[in-house]
């Protein structure tokens, strides 16, 4: 019988956990002979979850009658699922996903604000008494979210940046699994960190190692930066929200660097844009979806390249400073409609209400080499002296019959493990090949590397990447794949820098493997 294996199994798995004293619902198999008395804690419509003296049990609700004061209504059950974390994803993209869901559903989203932090929308059909769920979004921090999830007091969180190590270990130790494997978290949309002016300001571009530097207050005046002589306010995000994070992790951190107290800091990302916008001397860090009338500078380094945040350059993360916005979700069954809504999230028609709420979607796109017109020239002009014309001739060769899909891979530094938005894009190219969106078609993954070291080691290196995404992405197929999908793997080192090679975060971006569909 299914129901005794599965409760047989966590008996065993779980014969260590602590012992729960309270007693409130009893769970008998349909011919009597299982019987599981425990404290319900929690009923997603289909299985009950029990803390009983063996420990934490999983029971599908159809082979089982309940008894007990604790016992669901079975008939008007209503699901409750808690969210929490970022307050701008869950007052922008999350409501607008919901309201997209509820239309597909022919259901009805109430919204409620139910206090100065919380609200709740209430799904409804039209020919039922009761709600069919209650949403409730928890809006604050990204840290506030990975603590309830940790307390329990949330079932998703909001975040605007991967987990951390220290969180991911305390989830693990809450039994809740391992957050960085990439069936914990999912991208709901693609922002970018932007630093911003006002119109009047003279500077056109800057590097990311002067953004570091003003930041940290090493560089306080645009003289030094060959502006005019004027004190430099820097205007930043409050403390604690996902974007001020992004910044310490993405931008200070590898240089080392801390924040500066000289801040003005702003809760409210339209208070930040405003005072940019009438200051011609400040500089702000904000989203690209959040921008208003301020002026977006694009990054540049010393060898020349500058790169601009748009819908393409941060979908293919070949802009430095993407900002992917995660759900991440612990390693316990959600009820139904939140498992619908989340694969929601990830369909054609959730790409289309990403792209109306202002952010961009991780619908796949493909660029031909067409496109690539920019980065080639920046190829031929900024390729190492060991990186011959042979080697160019052979990667156009690769190219020019072929598209760009706007998936790309890279790797947290120092290790070859693809970073959070690589893994959830992973996922995506694997349930694609699935699907069988690539039938009859040739995907090449191509490594490329950074210019540290010779150039035929960098070659090694790069087609190493390509390999380590490839069969990563093979892990991933549940199913399996048409027969007609031919994966091969090629890599071509430093021939095509996407930024310069003189700060780490040029390096990062350099270091990448992308597809190549045929």
Known sequence: MTFFRMAAAALIWLS???IVQAQDITLTSHDGKVEVTGNLLSYDGEFYRVATQFGELTVDGSGVTCEGLACPNLIDFVAEVRFSGSSVMAETVLPALIKGFADQEGMTATRTQLDDSTIQFEMSKPDRNAPMARFSFRTGTTDDGFADLIADETDVVLALRAVRDAENEAARAARLGDLTQTRRSRIVALDAMVPVVADENPFRQISLVDLARILSGEVQNWLDLGGPDAPIALHVPGAGTGL????????LSPAKLQLTEATIPHDQNADLIRAVARDPFAIGITSQAGTGETRALPLAGGCGHALAATRQSIKTEDYPLTSPMFLYLPARRLPRIARQFLAFSQSPAAQDVIRQAGYVDQAPEMLGVSAQGDRLANAIASGGAEVGLEELQRMIAVMRPSDRLSLSFRFEP?????????????????????????EGRQLTFVGFSDGSGAASANARIAQLRARTVRNAVLAAVETEIPETV????????????????DSEWGRKVNRRVEIWVQ
Not at 419 to 427: F, G, H, K, P, T
Not at 486 to 500: N, R, S, Y
Request: glycine share 8%.
């Open 244 to 251: 001020r994070q992004v910044i310490e992790d993405q931008l």
């Open 486 to 501: 031919e994966l091969l793997v090629d890599g071509f080192g430093e021939a095509m820098p996407m930024a310069c090679d």
């Open 16 to 18: 260590n956990s602590v």
């Open 414 to 438: 120092g290790s070859s493990r693809p970073d959070a938005q690589s893994r959830a894009n992973i996922l995506q190219l694997a349930q694609a090949l699935e699907a069988g969106t690539f």
